[in-house]
């Protein structure tokens, strides 16, 4: 699986680059977008990608950092589950979730991850 680094020494949110062609497709057709991922079952389970303004952060939701030029976020109890890999966004065929902008593009978006290693736990306490 061939990745593209995000922001920062260790990003904690990645995505490949059929991720990104997908992500620069939607934001063509609509304009700047973000991506949540939540905990909940279903199509929360998914990273679902919004135009930016149409998902509310909430206080409790951490941002993870930009891909494509959207920037990522995900609910805290998630991040307490996830803190110690690295999400990487991937794209396979297949239906996105009902609210999230790739529904009906033929692709959706999936969530992948990787362990850090132990150097890298340690730059992102710093």
């Known amino acids: ?9 260790v990003p904690r949110v990645t995505a490949t680059h059929a991720a990104l062609a ?8 609509h304009g700047p977008v973000m ?15 919004y135009p930016v303004g149409d998902f509310l952060i909430g206080d409790g939701d951490v941002h993870l ?16 589950v996830w803190k110690h890999t690295q999400l990487i966004i ?3 065929p297949g239906r996105g979730g009902m609210f999230s902008l790739e529904n009906g ?7 992948r991850s990787r362990v850090f290693s132990e150097a890298e736990s340690t730059a992102l306490t710093r």
């Open 22 to 29: 997908l992500i620069e497709q939607l934001r063509t057709d």
């Open 65 to 80: 950092g930009a891909i494509g030029g959207a920037e990522f976020y995900i609910s805290g109890p998630q991040y307490e």
């Open 90 to 92: 991937d794209v396979v």
């Open 1 to 9: 699986m061939d990745h593209v680094w995000g922001d920062g020494p």
């Open 105 to 111: 593009s033929g692709q959706r978006f999936l969530l």
């Open 35 to 49: 991506f949540h991922q939540s905990g909940g079952c279903c199509d929360g389970s998914a990273p679902m990608c």
